[in-house]
C-alpha cells in the first residue's frame, strides 16, 4: 500500500458493524460469517495492511467495539462476540505495537443517535419504543451524538494522550456501569 500511493498514515480509526439481532436459536452460520467478516476480518485485514505506513509515523490505532459487552442484552451473541475479539485485539496489538512507539486504543460507544437508527426496519412507533427502552438503561437519560465519540477519538490521537496505550474508553453515558 505504502508503495502504491507514497502515502503517510498517522491514525487509522477501525469502525465498522454489523449486527444480526435474532436469538442463537434462529443464528445461521452465514449470520456469523457476516458478522465477523465485517466486525473483525475488516479491522484484521485494513489494520495488517496499514501497518507498515503506521510504524513510519509511529501511528495510532483507534478500534469501536461496543458498550453492549457491559451490559449485555438478548438476541446479540454474534455481534457481542465480533466485539469482544475486537476489544482482545486491542490489547493484544498494544503490547505487540509498543516497541515500535506505537499506540493501539478503543473506544466502546452505547446508544448513539444516527442515521442507522432510522434504518433498523422499525416501524416509527416500533422505532420510538426501542430508543426510550434503550434512554432509560442509561443513567444520563439521553443517547450519545457521534461528536461525544469523535471527541473521544480525538483525544487518543493527539499527543496529549502519547502514555495511553491498551485502553478501553467507554462513551455512553454511564450504560456500562
Known amino acids: 500500500m505504502s508503495k502504491k500511493f507514497n502515502a503517510k498514515l498517522d ?36 489494520t495488517i495492511n496499514s501497518l507498515p505506513l503506521l510504524r513510519k509515523t509511529k ?9 453492549g459487552l457491559y451490559r449485555k442484552g ?18 493484544v496489538w498494544a503490547l505487540d505495537l509498543a516497541s515500535n512507539g506505537m499506540r493501539v486504543n478503543a473506544i ?33 437519560k439521553r443517547m450519545g451524538n457521534s461528536d461525544e465519540v469523535a471527541n473521544v477519538a480525538l483525544f487518543l490521537a493527539s ?3 502519547s502514555y495511553v496505550t491498551g485502553a478501553i474508553y467507554s462513551v455512553d453515558g454511564g450504560m456500562s456501569i
Open 59 to 67: 501511528g495510532v490505532i483507534i478500534n469501536l467495539s461496543s458498550a
Open 108 to 140: 466502546t460507544p452505547g446508544a448513539i443517535k444516527t442515521p442507522i437508527w432510522s434504518k433498523a426496519g422499525l416501524s416509527a412507533e416500533e422505532a420510538r419504543i426501542h430508543q426510550q427502552a434503550t434512554t432509560d438503561l442509561i443513567p444520563v
Open 74 to 91: 438478548p438476541n446479540l451473541s454474534v455481534y457481542l462476540g465480533a466485539k469482544a475479539a475486537i476489544e482482545t485485539f486491542t490489547k
Open 11 to 46: 491514525i487509522l480509526v477501525n469502525s465498522a458493524g454489523w449486527c444480526p439481532v435474532k436469538p442463537v436459536s434462529e443464528m445461521t452460520i452465514k449470520d456469523y460469517d457476516m458478522a465477523f467478516d465485517i466486525d473483525v476480518r475488516g479491522l484484521v485485514d485494513i
Open 159 to 161: 499527543g496529549e494522550a
